[in-house]
């Protein structure tokens, strides 16, 4: 099994710029998480689902969206890309809101 | 809302000395789990806590879970090099989601 993996690894985005960060899991999790690093400040939820076709905000979901039309794939989408989303993300997964969750390697995203 | 509050934000030791992060909630919890993030790496998962006054130990690793189910702390015996890292604990918020604390850094220098 592969877990959970993410691209891209790094990406520059320039101001206004559009992307989407790709995450995949092969464990047949229902809940997947994205994820805001930044330095310091621990791990902020941005979106979450508990199944293909439901999303939730998290505590930081403004700039981004998601979607979830598959049990394995979660990705996220930045519209508008602005510098203060300059961010490592981490994207995860869980059988349940109460088991662990298991991470993917990160992208880390500079926005200039 | 719901917090999640970890202390010291960093630590430096020297190897072979303990080392302890406590974790606070705002709320009664339900489970805690601690996860470790080794530098440039991703959180993976250490263990989850789930009965009040519970203790277990991983090898050097000793994991407390309050009484009161509302505090955690993770002391490592006799720290090594391979122990660098950030040490995170996290509860579940209405059992969707985990909310985590801000972290312990906790640097070892040989």
């Known amino acids: 099994n592969a877990g959970v993996t993410q691209t891209p690894k790094f990406r520059i985005l320039k101001i206004g710029q559009s992307m989407t960060l790709q995450c995949t899991q092969d464990m047949n999790h229902n809940y997947m998480y994205w994820y805001r690093q930044d330095p310091g400040m621990g791990l902020k939820l941005i979106y979450y689902s508990v199944g293909a076709g439901i999303t939730d905000k998290g505590e930081v979901p403004n700039g981004y969206n998601v979607s979830r039309s598959t049990t394995e794939d979660f990705p996220l989408r930045l519209e508008l890309a602005a510098p203060s989303q300059t961010s490592v993300y981490f994207c995860?997964?869980?059988?349940?809101?109460?088991?662990?969750?298991?991470f993917g390697p990160g992208t880390r995203l500079t926005v200039l | 809302g719901q917090q999640v509050m970890q202390i010291p934000q960093y630590q430096h030791v020297q190897e072979g000395e303990d080392f302890t992060t406590y974790c606070n909630s705002s709320?009664?919890?339900?489970?805690i789990q601690w996860y470790k993030q080794r530098p440039g790496g991703h959180p993976v998962f250490l263990i989850q806590l789930v009965k009040s006054g519970e203790v277990k130990k991983q090898k050097r690793l000793t994991f407390q879970f309050g009484e009161a189910k509302k505090n955690s702390s993770l002391h490592i015996t006799a720290t090594q090099t391979t122990d660098v890292g950030t040490y995170f604990c996290?509860?579940?918020?209405?059992?969707?989601?985990?909310?985590f604390g801000k972290g312990t850094t906790l640097s070892v220098s040989s």
């Open positions: 995860a997964s869980s059988w349940s809101g109460l088991n662990e969750q298991f």
């Open positions: 996290a509860g579940p918020q209405a059992g969707t989601a985990l909310i």
């Open positions: 709320t009664t919890l339900s489970n």
